[in-house]
Nanobody
Framework: VQLQASGGGLVQPGGSLRLSCAASGRTFSDYAMGWFRQVPGKEREFVAAISWSGGATYYGDSVNRRFTISRDNANNMMYLQMNGLRSEDTAVYYC??????????????????WGLGTLVTVSS
């Protein structure tokens, strides 16, 4: 499956942004999906994951109750609604997918497919 993240940009602290991830090439619902983020010099950080049907979600501690992950299997899309953005949310955000069993996978090594990232900058 091919993944393409979009929707990044510059936003002020406290603002909102919605990231999108478009999937193509395979049956989208065969994959559980996740969002990760990375800043230079640091490891890739787990943000959120969503199950194959979208019925289950899981969040990293740093974004819980501020971010919402969702998916639209009919249109091969996944989203990350980010509210209450903080400067520490500044990073390149990546969408990822895996087809193996078990949910959620919180380590990057658990994901088989990755899209190119989209940069989110939170600054006044």
């Amino acid at each position: 499956v091919q993944l393409q993240a979009s929707g990044g940009g510059l936003v002020q602290p406290g603002g909102s942004l919605r990231l999108s991830c478009a999937a193509s090439g395979r049956t989208f619902s065969d994959y559980a999906m996740g969002w990760f983020r990375q800043v230079p010099g640091k490891e890739r950080e787990f943000v959120a994951a969503i199950s194959w049907s979208g019925g289950a979600t899981y969040y990293g501690d740093s974004v819980n109750r501020r971010f919402t992950i969702s998916r639209d299997n009919a249109n091969n899309m996944m989203y990350l609604q980010m509210n209450g953005l903080r400067s520490e949310d500044t990073a390149v955000y990546y969408c990822a997918a895996y087809s193996s069993s078990g949910f959620p996978h919180r380590q990057p090594s658990g994901y088989e497919y990755w899209g190119l990232g989209t940069l989110v900058t939170v600054s006044s």
